[in-house]
């Protein structure tokens, strides 16, 4: 059974009617790829019903991105997740889907809205947050509006964007929402380029150009594992400067896993964090590695 929402009217109906049930909530911006698709999975294996919601959310672009290019395919997402389900045999389980997908920006945002959730600088302020000022603000505020309206038990996200995977988790925490996040691991293509929306973009040798991405973070993540971390930091330094010679590089980055500062002595876990431009598409990825420290 797939239900499709167009109005958040129609949605609050709808899940005023639904029963005590397990809800798990799947929120994208569409043109859906298998990243995705893993998280609907996810959800329809472990949840009654499974909610998506689909919807570019202009708050978290800035006046100079790509709002008005980001790619609109709400046909073909719906018979990419109609196809799942049924070859899922999900129907025969029992699970359930909606669609939330608002038909305007005035569904989510009333002409009167007036309201921003806000985590704080030290987590959305670094990466992403430095050069998207107020990306972050977007993504918060949105999500809380749409947790308020779909009320989920569990809320999927991919760890692609693992900046907005911790700035999400801390929302959580410090408003003490009653929801579990699921971080769910990076798809990638057969040359290993993280899976996004944006990958269209690219022409052949920008396809190939992009590639430079997940191959330093492979090396770096190598370096880390083969070394211990006193001798590895040195490496990583000249193999990071080496690669910001060439490309366009946002930010290339070693931070720690939690909290997304340096690297500190209790630190267990890093995550290896890259943006890059190749022409006007900007791509991210991350790898996480844990520390050696003994070797
Ligand atoms: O990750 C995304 O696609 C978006 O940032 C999200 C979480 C759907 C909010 O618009």
Not at 228 to 234: E, K, R, S, Y
Not at 255 to 263: A, G, R, V
Request: hydrophobic share 35%.
């Amino acid at each position: 059974m797939i239900e499709i929402l167009r109005s958040t009217h129609q949605f609050l109906i709808f899940r005023q009617n639904l029963p005590e049930c397990a809800v798990g909530f799947v929120p994208t911006m569409g043109n859906l790829h298998s990243g995705h698709l893993s998280l609907v999975k996810e959800s329809l294996e472990n949840n009654d019903w499974t909610i998506l919601s689909i919807f570019v959310n202009p708050k978290q672009f800035g006046p100079n991105e790509d709002f008005e290019r980001y790619p609109r395919t709400l046909g073909r997402d719906v018979s990419l997740v109609r196809d799942l389900f049924r070859e899922g045999g999900f129907e025969e389980k029992g699970k359930k889907i909606a669609f939330f997908c608002p038909e305007k920006v005035s569904e989510v945002y009333p002409p009167d809205y007036n309201t921003t959730i806000s985590v704080g600088n030290e987590l959305t302020g670094r990466l992403c947050g430095k050069s998207r000022p107020g990306h972050f603000d977007g993504v918060t505020t949105v999500v809380f509006q749409l947790f308020s309206l779909v009320k989920p038990n569990k809320a999927y996200f991919g760890q692609k964007d693992y900046q907005q995977y911790l700035v999400i988790k801390r929302m959580i925490s410090d408003l003490n929402l009653n929801i579990q996040i699921i971080p769910m691991p990076i798809k990638r293509d057969k040359d290993g380029l993280a899976l996004s929306s944006r990958n269209q973009f690219l022409t052949g040798d920008q396809k190939t150009e992009a590639l430079v991405l997940p191959k330093i973070l492979e090396k770096i993540k190598k370096t880390i594992k083969e070394n211990n971390w006193l001798t590895a930091q040195p490496i990583i330094k000249e193999i990071i400067s080496d690669y910001k010679r060439s490309h366009s590089w946002d930010y290339l980055e070693v931070l720690d896993s939690t909290d997304l500062k340096e690297p500190h002595e209790e630190s267990h876990t890093v995550v290896i964090a890259g943006a890059l431009k190749v022409g006007e598409t900007r791509l991210i990825d991350n790898k996480l590695v844990e520390l050696n420290y003994v070797r």
